[in-house]
């Protein structure tokens, strides 16, 4: 490739734009994959994801704990729109996958710690009940919660070696609505449990923290920015699984002052799922015969980033083969984003190749990786990690020795502020913005383009995010469907709707209605 002669771009040279003929071959067949049965990440970016949506991670964060600066929360996300009246039977994890959190300590691409979330069903009576909970439900163990989830939650470091940190540890269950749950807040207390060496565990279900006006995949507004401004999101909730880890178990060789890097990506796998060619097998898989069906690190890649053709296979594999599929590193260096803002909007595109995407993506940021003049966060900064060893690869990269900003800004470190994306995540952080100033150049230049100030014209999430550990907030109750503000009215006659009433009243009756009744006058 013609850029592996560009002078300053050591990792690049080394790992990413000098491809032998096995990784050209590899890449080829990854290229080539014919989907039979597989998933994907992110809200519903990749064309197989309908087939599951319980696989379907949206979203990964990753930061320094700001109320314990010592420890890093991670946070992912599964089971995009979840529209909270969605009964009867909710949004349970799927009990026949497994859903993981990775570290790639060394700059690899590969997974040096994987912790991996296993559920299971448990159902007190499924003969004569259809409902998801018979009465209100005030604790995890409540007779009422007639379906519940437990799950193991384990560690694999990179030798393969498994410890089992919580076993049989109860997830926080759907927010089936105020009758039902009335102290929400209490049962998911009841869900942050502690981990062995200090840290803290939680599974359940979240209000969505991801903010956007997704009317952009509409040809970017179709060419009027007055469209903006309506969070797409708001309203839905999410499946969570979020850890609270101290700084130390993740660093490479536990010393975070020497090698404070680390990269984060999740996946989602399933056994018997698969996605091949005829000739060769090149997804991710384990030796217990779990397949990788979807992934997610940095947001928007795979919406954004890599080519509709490419986006099932990109979810097959682990970050140490990107630099094998030369299409989507091209698209890295010369993106199809700014390309289609100037045809809509007029709005020059930034001079290709890309190296400041390609550090922001790829390498991470630091002075010898490209143009952004800042050493941030590399994992060649880790004094002590194997440069030989180093490859480029698509992670969510975190430097846990910058500390937590007092008063975090939106724009992460396009404002200045360090401690926001690209270096890591955090709940507040507006990627849509940050993501699409950098990709018209602002990371390069250091300035914003003042014609995309505003982005989305959505800053802030609709709820606000809680101040302790897993810092989400609480799923929410009211339906999605509203118009004008208010809920929308029934097109039922007020004796249809009496009538209506009394039948649902008859039918809640079997079995549940009188220990309802029972619980709430009590």
């Known amino acids: 490739m013609s850029r592996s002669k560009r002078p300053g771009k050591r990792i690049v040279d080394q790992s990413l734009l000098v491809l032998g003929t096995g990784a050209l071959a590899t890449g080829l067949a990854v290229l080539t994959l014919a989907p039979s049965t597989s998933m994907a990440s992110s809200h519903r970016e990749a064309p197989l994801i309908a087939g599951d949506p319980r696989a379907d991670n949206t979203d990964v964060y990753a930061f320094t704990s700001p109320d314990r600066s010592d420890t890093v929360t991670l946070v992912a996300n599964w089971i995009p729109f979840e529209e909270p009246n969605g009964g009867p039977n909710f949004y349970p994890f799927a009990d026949d996958a497994r859903y993981t959190v990775k570290i790639d300590n060394t700059g690899d691409g590969r997974a040096d710690l994987t912790y991996a979330w296993k559920f299971r069903n448990q159902v007190r009576d499924a003969a004569n009940q259809f409902l998801y909970n018979t009465g209100q439900v005030t604790s995890l163990n409540d007779p009422d919660l007639n379906f519940r989830q437990v799950y193991d939650l384990t560690v694999t470091d990179t030798h393969g070696r498994t410890r089992t940190l919580l076993r049989d540890a109860p997830v926080a269950p759907s927010r089936t609505g105020q009758a039902s749950m009335p102290k929400y807040g209490k049962l998911r207390s009841q869900a942050v449990l502690g981990v062995p060496g200090g840290g803290k565990?939680?599974?359940?279900?979240?209000?969505?923290?991801?903010?956007?006006?997704?009317?952009?995949?509409?040809?970017?507004?179709?060419?009027?920015?007055?469209?903006?401004?309506?969070?797409?999101?708001?309203?839905?909730?999410?499946?969570?699984?979020?850890l609270q880890i101290p700084k130390k178990h993740l660093a490479l060789r536990g010393n975070t002052s020497r090698n404070p890097v680390i990269g984060i990506w999740s996946t989602t796998e399933r056994r018997g799922a698969d996605v091949h060619s005829g000739r060769s097998q090149t997804r991710t898989k384990t030796?217990?015969?779990?397949?990788?069906?979807?992934?997610?690190?940095?947001?928007?890649?795979?919406?954004?980033?890599?080519?509709?053709?490419?986006?099932?296979?990109?979810?097959?594999?682990?970050?140490?083969?990107?630099?094998?599929?030369?299409?989507?590193?091209?698209?890295?260096?010369?993106?199809?984003?700014?390309?289609?803002?100037?045809k809509v909007y007029g709005i020059p595109a930034p001079a290709t190749p890309r190296d400041d995407l390609a550090e922001i993506y790829l390498t991470g940021i630091c002075k010898a990786c490209g143009p952004i003049k800042a050493d941030l966060n590399a994992h060649s900064l880790n004094k002590d990690a194997d440069r030989r060893q180093i490859v480029p690869a698509e992670e969510l990269r975190l430097n846990m020795a910058v500390p937590p900003t007092g008063k975090p800004k939106r724009l992460g470190v396009l404002a200045g502020d360090l401690a926001g994306f690209p270096n890591g995540r955090r709940l507040a952080d507006d990627v849509i913005d940050i993501s699409l100033q950098a990709v018209e150049g602002a990371a390069r230049t250091g300035k914003l383009v003042p014609a995309l100030a505003e982005g989305d014209k959505v800053n802030a999430n609709e709820v606000r995010f809680g101040t302790s550990f897993p810092y989400l907030a609480l799923p929410h109750t009211k339906n999605v469907n509203r118009s004008g503000g208010g809920v929308q009215q029934s097109s039922l006659k007020p004796a249809q709707a009496s009538a209506f009433g009394a039948a649902g009243a008859l039918l809640l009756g079997v079995g549940g209605y009188r220990v309802w009744r029972r619980r709430a006058t009590s």
């Open 287 to 342: 030796q217990d015969g779990y397949r990788q069906v979807s992934r997610l690190g940095n947001p928007l890649v795979n919406e954004v980033v890599v080519p509709l053709q490419f986006k099932d296979a990109f979810n097959s594999i682990s970050p140490d083969q990107d630099r094998t599929v030369q299409p989507v590193v091209d698209k890295v260096y010369d993106p199809i984003l700014p390309k289609l803002i100037q």
């Open 201 to 242: 565990a939680f599974a359940g279900q979240t209000e969505d923290p991801f903010f956007a006006d997704l009317r952009v995949f509409d040809l970017l507004y179709g060419g009027d920015l007055s469209k903006r401004g309506q969070d797409t999101l708001a309203g839905y909730n999410v499946n969570t699984v979020a």
